[in-house]
């Protein structure tokens, strides 16, 4: 009886260090999104393109790293770019074709994924089900990384606005009404886009800033703007996206750190 009672009380001491193992670090991970957003994003971002690849070379995926290795070249080359200066007018367009074709293609991919589960599930066929599987990996894996890349490189794509400082309060935003905010260069009549706090700018610069980065502000005022050509929720900062995205992520990336940590605490108890 007396044994009895000490396998209780350990198992309750292992179970309480656990518990406040697990609350630690997702407390700690919620500090560290909330001051440190940038770093967060980052290491979030840079765990993402690295994990799944070393977990292919173990299991001798080659397809995988393939199409990996193609995606993070021209997404590279994409973002060496997107860091030139001065901007060329092309950009911006070239880079929201890029990742929107890595969108349609991750959707496609899922719509193909899912058909190919379910028929090789109602029908037995083993094979079909397998192939469902790994096509719908790949459009969650790569959909998400191409989202994250898109964003991260529009954090860069874009020159910085001026603002004109006249000792009053609040500082006055300024942009030239004849060239593009965004890429500086100069707006011709056919594709200009002027949004509701009058600042001009190219049609595919300001998508790119709205679809591709997800912002809903306007680059130089930081005004909260209503942009009317939306037509999917990748192309909007939905919030319902971001939740998925975020859970995707903590899946990925850090349910295995978890795993690997609470491992080692019970090697360690």
Same mark, same amino acid.
């Given at each position: 009886?007396?044994?009895?009672?000490?396998?209780? !009380?350990?198992?309750?001491?292992?179970?309480?260090?656990?518990?406040?193992?697990?609350?630690?670090?997702?407390?700690?991970?919620?500090?560290?999104?909330?001051?440190?957003?940038?770093?967060?994003?980052? &290491?979030?971002?840079?765990?993402?393109?690295?994990?799944?690849?070393?977990?292919?070379?173990?299991?001798?995926?080659?397809?995988?790293?393939?199409?990996?290795?193609?995606?993070?070249?021209?997404?590279?080359?994409?973002?060496?770019?997107?860091?030139?200066?001065?901007?060329?007018?092309?950009?911006?367009?070239?880079?929201?074709?890029?990742?929107?074709?890595?969108?349609?293609?991750?959707?496609?991919?899922?719509? !193909?994924?899912?058909?190919?589960?379910?028929?090789?599930?109602?029908?037995?066929?083993?094979?079909?089900?397998?192939?469902?599987?790994?096509?719908?990996?790949?459009?969650?894996?790569?959909?998400?990384?191409?989202?994250?890349? &898109?964003?991260?490189?529009?954090?860069?794509?874009?020159?910085?606005?001026?603002?004109?400082?006249?000792?009053?309060?609040?500082?006055?935003?300024?942009?030239?009404?004849?060239?593009?905010?965004?890429?500086?260069?100069?707006?011709?009549?056919?594709?200009?886009?002027?949004?509701?706090?009058?600042?001009?700018?190219?049609?595919?610069?300001?998508?790119?800033?709205?679809?591709?980065?997800?912002?809903?502000?306007?680059?130089?005022?930081?005004?909260?703007?209503?942009?009317?050509?939306?037509?999917?929720?990748?192309?909007?900062?939905?919030?319902?996206?971001?939740?998925?995205?975020?859970?995707?992520?903590?899946?990925? !990336?850090?349910?295995?750190?978890?795993?690997?940590?609470?491992?080692?605490?019970?090697? !360690?108890?």
């Amino acid at each position: 009886m007396a044994v009895s009672e000490a396998n209780m !009380v350990v198992l309750l001491v292992f179970t309480v260090i656990f518990v406040s193992f697990a609350l630690a670090i997702q407390v700690a991970m919620i500090l560290w999104r909330k001051c440190h957003p940038r770093s967060f994003d980052i &290491a979030t971002f840079c765990a993402l393109s690295c994990k799944p690849p070393v977990f292919a070379y173990m299991t001798s995926s080659w397809w995988f790293i393939i199409f990996w290795a193609i995606f993070f070249s021209i997404s590279t080359v994409a973002f060496l770019k997107a860091l030139q200066r001065p901007l060329l007018s092309s950009t911006p367009g070239l880079i929201f074709i890029w990742f929107y074709l890595v969108h349609n293609c991750s959707f496609l991919l899922w719509m !193909v994924g899912s058909m190919a589960f379910l028929i090789g599930f109602f029908t037995g066929v083993s094979w079909l089900t397998n192939f469902g599987i790994l096509c719908t990996l790949y459009a969650v894996y790569f959909g998400l990384v191409g989202g994250d890349f &898109a964003m991260l490189i529009t954090d860069n794509l874009f020159l910085k606005p001026g603002v004109n400082h006249t000792g009053q309060i609040l500082p006055i935003f300024f942009a030239d009404p004849l060239n593009c905010s965004l890429c500086g260069h100069l707006v011709s009549s056919e594709s200009r886009c002027i949004i509701s706090c009058d600042h001009t700018y190219h049609q595919h610069c300001i998508r790119g800033w709205h679809m591709i980065g997800k912002k809903s502000t306007c680059p130089v005022c930081r005004e909260k703007v209503d942009y009317r050509f939306d037509r999917n929720p990748w192309e909007t900062p939905d919030e319902v996206l971001q939740i998925y995205h975020k859970f995707i992520r903590w899946l990925v !990336v850090y349910l295995p750190m978890f795993l690997l940590a609470f491992g080692i605490l019970y090697k !360690v108890l």
